[in-house]
């Protein structure tokens, strides 16, 4: 299938590809938008995507120097509060002073564009740079899973592959790249990927190799999972005959990552502008 060369492939869409080539297929390629809930009670769900976008933009306006005691008093709902305050007294110290939060890296990837919205990432020129991503996971994740995931893959490679700008126009080694996630229902415990030049190969290859894959598939080849129970948290289950039940929304993170779920809307000349 040939992918059009605005077509924009992020570690979302890639891991959607990985846990399902049909959702990938109808998400992305498709762009088919269908009228189902993916997880029940509804409003419930909403909520916690909701308390998630909310956290992610205190933390934003906070790192481009709105200051916490004015940002505080706007936060009223007793999770995000939580968050919050954890946040404050419990986020990793000792970052590098140099901050980039919210910022677009980009790089060619088999022919295709390959795009990252990071949380935040500290540079210290020359030294290291490091990666903050901010989850609201409920339950603790396992750190095999989190290694597992494309996100964890794409970031850390797209840094040392894309980031020579935030570098004084030096390319990271990858030695220099980590990652973290700080966990906002486990503060104290926060998850940490450092990198190195074996892993940075093993990426390129990975990914090349996937990006060729899905380019090599006919339309009706993108198969649907095998793993029915992802289904019962996917908003085409109909469509595909997967069942017409929403799953319970306390287990939805099990199978989808909710604080990656907002689709980067960057358009094309966006990403154009951010090319080295
Ligand atoms: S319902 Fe199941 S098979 Fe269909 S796109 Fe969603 S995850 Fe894939």
């Known amino acids: 299938m040939t992918l059009p060369p605005d077509f924009l492939l992020s570690q979302s869409s890639l891991q959607d590809y990985v846990d399902c080539p049909r959702r990938f297929y109808l998400r992305y390629v498709r762009r088919l938008t269908w009228p189902a809930i993916e997880a029940q009670p509804p409003i419930e769900h909403e909520r916690h995507l909701q308390q998630g976008s909310e956290f992610h933009h205190l933390v934003h306006q906070h790192?481009?120097?709105?200051?916490?005691?004015?940002?505080?008093?706007?936060?009223?709902?007793?999770?995000?509060?939580?968050?919050?305050?954890?946040?404050?007294?419990?986020?990793?110290?000792?970052?590098?002073?140099?901050?980039?939060?919210?910022v677009v890296l980009s790089a060619r990837v088999s022919d295709q564009r390959l795009i990252a919205k990071y949380d935040?990432?500290?540079?210290?020129?020359?030294?290291?740079?490091?990666?903050?991503?901010?989850?609201?996971?409920?339950g603790r994740s396992r750190r095999t899973w989190l290694a597992g995931r494309l996100q964890t893959r794409v970031y850390r490679y797209l840094l040392v592959r894309g980031g020579?700008?935030?570098?004084?126009?030096?390319?990271?080694?990858?030695?220099?790249?980590?990652?973290?996630y700080w966990l906002a229902n486990f503060p104290d415990d926060p998850e940490s990927f450092p990198y190195?030049?074996?892993?940075?190969?093993?990426?390129?290859?990975?990914?090349?190799s996937l990006i060729e894959?899905?380019?090599?598939?006919?339309?009706?080849?993108?198969?649907?999972?095998?793993?029915d129970e992802s289904c019962r948290f996917c908003r085409y289950r109909s469509l595909c005959?997967?069942?017409?039940?929403?799953?319970?929304?306390?287990?939805?993170?099990?199978?989808?990552?909710?604080?990656?779920?907002?689709?980067?809307?960057l358009d094309f000349e966006q990403i154009a502008e951010i090319e080295f």
């Open 63 to 102: 790192e481009l120097g709105i200051p916490a005691e004015e940002l505080t008093s706007a936060v009223t709902d007793l999770d995000l509060r939580r968050w919050w305050r954890d946040y404050l007294e419990k986020r990793p110290p000792d970052l590098p002073e140099a901050r980039y939060p919210e």
């Open 120 to 138: 935040l990432i500290a540079v210290d020129v020359g030294r290291r740079a490091i990666i903050l991503e901010w989850k609201t996971y409920r």
């Open 164 to 180: 020579s700008h935030l570098n004084e126009g030096e390319p990271f080694e990858a030695e220099q790249v980590e990652m973290i």
């Open 196 to 208: 190195d030049a074996a892993e940075y190969e093993a990426d390129e290859t990975y990914l090349t």
């Open 213 to 227: 894959e899905i380019k090599g598939l006919r339309e009706e080849d993108f198969a649907l999972t095998s793993d």
């Open 241 to 265: 005959r997967r069942g017409d039940q929403a799953g319970d929304f306390k287990e939805v993170e099990k199978m989808w990552d909710l604080d990656d779920q907002v689709e980067i809307t």
